[in-house]
Nanobody
């Protein structure tokens, strides 16, 4: 059974940093396309960053230069390093995994974590 468990969320002041982790079980991160998504209250879920099986990454324009997605294949963990956080980054962050990149990109991944709250105050 596939499980994705996020951790590392919390409350931080603007300009601060957080690192989110997503521990995967039942699914090797080396074989999956993985990504981070977020959903703020009253807004649609949006894609934040993705990482492919060979390590190729994409980052949304709103976070480029501030957030970095990475993974540790040996530990089977996905990360999202978030620096220079802004109040508009406040959201529930979800990790996702799929063997199909198109499904992941479109937010239709087969597997999702339960989410972790990130709150950035001004």
């Amino acid at each position: 059974q596939v499980q994705l468990v996020e951790s590392g969320g919390g409350s931080v002041q603007a300009g601060g940093s957080l690192r989110l982790s997503c521990a995967a079980s039942g699914y090797a991160v080396t074989t999956a396309y993985m990504g981070w998504f977020r959903q703020a209250p009253g807004k649609e879920r949006e894609r934040v960053a993705t990482i492919g099986t060979t390590g190729t990454t994409t980052h949304a324009g709103s976070v480029k230069g501030r957030f970095t997605i990475s993974k540790d294949n040996a530990k089977n963990i996905l990360y999202l390093q978030m620096n220079s956080l802004k109040p508009e980054d406040t959201a529930v962050y979800y990790c996702a995994a799929d063997s199909n990149f198109v499904r992941l990109w479109g937010g239709q991944s087969l597997y999702w974590g339960q989410g972790t709250q990130v709150t950035v105050s001004s």
